[in-house]
Structures are given as structure tokens and as C-alpha cells.
């Protein structure tokens, strides 16, 4: 997803017009490493 993004922020773009949406993408890959971080410090048993 990182490098899905990196490419789509510069002139590399696969999809057109996909610059709009990058602020959202950047959130949600921060939500999800922020989630895998919580899930390693308390694993279910």
C-alpha cells in the first residue's frame, strides 16, 4: 500500500485522477499500522 502510494503521488500515477484521494489512503495505512502495533502488545489468548 506504501508503495501503491508513493507512486501515485508522483508523475507514475495508474490511476487517473487518484491525487484526491491520497490524504485518505495515507490515513488509513497510519490507522492500520497503529492497529497492528495495538494487536502485537495485547495478543488474545
Known amino acids: ?3 501503491g ?3 501515485e503521488e508522483n508523475s507514475f ?3 487517473p485522477k487518484s491525487r484526491s484521494g491520497l ?3 495515507k490515513n ?3 490507522i492500520m ?3 497492528l502495533d495495538e494487536i502485537s502488545i495485547f ?3
Open 1 to 3: 500500500m506504501e508503495k
Open 5 to 7: 502510494i508513493e507512486r
Open 13 to 15: 500515477a495508474m490511476l
Open 23 to 25: 490524504p485518505d489512503a
Open 28 to 30: 488509513t495505512l497510519r
Open 33 to 35: 499500522r497503529k492497529a
Open 43 to 45: 495478543p488474545v489468548l
